[in-house]
């Protein structure tokens, strides 16, 4: 542990950047990293004072396949991505975790209250006091500490920011006071119930676990408790592709109830079978049994679980695909998974406004730009926002040029797989 003060001549005289690159991957981006962290370094400094520090981050994420998989128990394949929250950070002896974040007065948190507070509902001290009331009930060390946080992870772009932020609590607790040896996947469970019981958001787990495990990872939720996770051992920028992520600048306004009826009519499908999620369902089954369900459920809810039946199968054979090094079949499947979750999933514009298709619009022109050199998707939850796509990196200028023009400066952003979870940068 270093003087801020140091830290901040290291970073001004290069000493870490190799260190960035092999948590950023873009040479591109390097300079404004080396910049963003000396900025939290002064700007620790200017709140707590020059004292000892370390330096924590925890990715943004993207999801690949599997989508709206997670709540019924499914299969996602999903990574983490060269956008991050970092923090400087240094333990006290006061029981009291004391937050700093761009543009938020500070936070506080005592450690000998960390019941859920109903004042506190959808706001960052819930995910502090969440997470370290989670640590605390398995028996895992917590103590105080001091922050400044700041993040470049995109917010409302199906990143999930708050996975992130909830990850990088947890992971300061890991480095100050256990040594970082708590598991990342009890990481993501902490997040996730932090979210859950303190945050008062019903998310599942994915988001967490791709934060706070990092890489390219599989995640198998049959046992949402315990869950399957694997971390696809591959280099990715060897495929000789980027990761873009396009705002298409659609309104989440208004579509909390399309969101809310894909795990609703998936789980009526179950209901039929007496279950409780579709996982728990033979498959075989289900089709045996689509002229019943369609009489009593309709159409729609069918459609959408026949899309997490085959979207489980669907990456499986993507996890296959990359570990082969097979990476135009793992697009032709991203493609395939997308397409499923427009004709069938249905969550890529509401049927409430079906003349604001932003998100269609994304998805045609990017068929348009990359013919059959690249795929697009839609991402995260859908029906407005963002799109995916995997874009050779001799035509990403291209690509964000016409994105750009579309959806308006700034609307494309060039990512990189990034093969760290959450972790101590220093």
Do not use: W
């Not at 924590?56 to 709206?68: D, Q």
């Not at 998989?69 to 950070?89: E, R």
């Not at 946080?149 to 947890?170: F, P, Q």
């Not at 079949?329 to 991203?334: I, M, N």
């Amino acid at each position: 542990m270093k003087e801020t003060s140091i830290l901040i001549k290291e970073f001004e005289q290069g000493v870490f950047r190799e260190r960035l690159r092999d948590i950023y991957v873009d040479e591109k981006v390097l300079n404004d990293q080396t910049d963003r962290y000396i900025n939290a370094l002064k700007k620790y400094e200017d709140i707590f004072g020059p004292e000892k520090a370390e330096i924590y981050s925890a990715p943004g994420r993207s999801e690949v396949g599997g989508n709206h998989t997670d709540h019924q128990y499914g299969k996602v394949l999903a990574t983490s991505v060269n956008l991050d929250a970092i923090a400087v950070a240094s333990k006290t002896e006061d029981g009291r975790i004391t937050v700093a974040s761009d543009g938020y007065d500070l936070m506080e948190v005592d450690l000998d209250d960390l019941l859920a507070r109903e004042n506190e509902r959808e706001t960052s001290l819930a995910l502090i006091r969440g997470v370290a009331a989670r640590l605390k009930q398995k028996g895992y060390s917590i103590g105080g500490f001091r922050a400044y946080i700041t993040s470049d992870v995109l917010i409302g772009a199906g990143m999930s920011s708050s996975a992130a932020y909830e990850t990088l609590i947890g992971t300061i607790l890991s480095g100050l006071y256990n040594q970082m040896e708590i598991d990342p996947v009890f990481l993501a469970q902490a997040g996730q119930y932090a979210e859950n019981e303190y945050f008062g958001k019903p998310c599942g787990l994915m988001d967490q676990m791709a934060s706070s495990v990092g890489g390219m990872i599989y995640i198998d939720f049959e046992n949402p408790e315990k869950p399957e996770v694997k971390q696809i051992k591959v280099d990715f920028e060897s495929f000789g592709h980027s990761l873009c992520i396009v705002d298409t600048k659609g309104s989440h306004v208004d579509l909390t109830e399309d969101y809310a009826m894909i795990p609703s009519e998936m789980k009526q499908v179950a209901h039929y079978f007496e279950e409780d999620v579709l996982r728990k369902v033979d498959k075989t089954d289900f089709y045996l049994n689509i002229p019943a369900i369609r009489e009593i459920l309709g159409d729609r809810a069918v459609l959408r679980a026949m899309h997490l039946f085959e979207e489980n199968k669907r990456v499986e054979q993507e996890v296959e695909a990359l570990e082969n090094k097979q990476f135009a079949l793992f697009k032709k499947l991203v493609k395939d998974s997308g397409d499923s979750s427009f004709k069938y999933l249905q969550n890529v514009y509401s049927n409430h406004e079906v003349n604001n298709q932003s998100v269609s619009i994304g998805l045609a022109v990017s068929d348009v730009i990359l013919g059959d050199k690249g795929v697009s998707r839609v991402h995260g939850g859908g029906f407005a926002g963002t799109i995916q796509a995997f874009v050779p990196n001799e035509i990403v200028p291209l690509y964000q040029k016409t994105m750009d023009s579309v959806f308006g400066e700034g609307a494309c952003h060039i990512l990189k797989v990034r093969k760290y979870g959450g972790m101590k940068v220093l």
